[in-house]
């Protein structure tokens, strides 16, 4: 019943700046949103999450201090990427719940299909 999408993706210079959104529906409610993005190449790998236990967020090392995540309501999140940099490259998927376990963002739950983020000159 959940669903998710991104938007907000495409190609942007290095030290540019992109701000991706994600919809969801199929909910009452508030539902946990993360981050995550999969480079060519490379595993999955989550980017931001507020943990549930202390209500912060937390950022992945790759990204702190450039990325921002922001929550407008219980159905609208958004990740504001800045200071790109060509190993930013990847799809970028939105998820919920989302958790912080173990010093890492995670979500066993559902998924969007993602938006391609290509940093390059």
């Known amino acids: 019943q959940v669903q998710l999408v991104e938007s907000g993706g495409g190609l942007v210079e290095p030290g540019g700046s992109l701000t991706l959104s994600c919809t969801a529906s199929?909910?009452?409610?508030?539902?946990?949103i993360g981050w995550f993005r999969r480079a060519p190449g490379k595993e999955r790998e989550g980017i931001s999450c507020?943990?549930?236990?202390?209500?912060?967020i937390h950022y992945a090392d790759s990204v702190k201090g450039r990325f921002t995540m922001s929550r407008e309501n219980n159905i609208t999140a958004s990740l504001h990427l800045n200071d790109l940099r060509v190993e930013d490259t990847a799809i970028y998927y939105c998820?919920?719940?989302?958790?912080?376990?173990?010093?890492?963002?995670?979500?066993?739950?559902?998924w969007g299909r993602g938006t391609q983020v290509t940093v390059s000159s």
């Open positions: 998820a919920a719940p989302t958790r912080f376990t173990d010093n890492a963002c995670r979500s066993t739950g559902f």
């Open positions: 199929g909910y009452s409610g508030y539902i946990a």
């Open positions: 507020r943990s549930p236990s202390d209500g912060l």
